[in-house]
């Protein structure tokens, strides 16, 4: 019976756990209305290839999946490389590296994009970027 128990509290702890974590999903499209100059971020090398995004920016708003829903987040804060981001309870900061000017109207960079929720931390990663007009 106390096998019963415990096996039912792992499940609906893991359950609960599950439900509440939070995931940035890689897209492909921005949406016409927000494309442009900006900024463009994949998790890897190969993403990049495949046109395969895990955040867009156009500096004033920055466009992610969370959950998989489509988000965008307006800029609060830009500090050089620093770029802050907020939609509702979420905020979004994104700290590039210098750039690598490649030509007149495009770089390439290594960025850290965090995620919070409240003050929690939900999701950090080091990717790759590249932007320009």
Request: with cysteine; glycine share 6%; net charge positive.
């Amino acid at each position: 019976m106390k096998s019963i128990l415990v096996l039912i509290i792992f499940t609906f702890s893991n359950w609960n756990y599950q439900q509440s974590e939070t995931k940035l999903s890689a897209f492909e499209k921005v949406p016409d209305d927000i494309s442009g100059c900006g900024n463009a971020y994949y998790l890897t090398q190969k993403d990049k290839k495949l046109s395969r995004l895990i955040c867009w920016t156009d500096l004033t708003i920055a466009y992610i999946y969370i959950n998989g829903k489509p988000t965008r987040l307006k800029n609060i804060k830009s500090r050089g490389k620093e770029m802050e981001f907020n939609i509702s309870d979420y905020t979004l900061f994104i700290n590039n590296s210098p750039l690598k000017q490649i030509d007149d109207e495009y770089y390439i960079m290594k960025a850290t994009i965090t995620l919070k929720k409240g003050k929690q931390v939900v999701w950090r990663k080091q990717v790759v970027g590249d932007g320009g007009c």
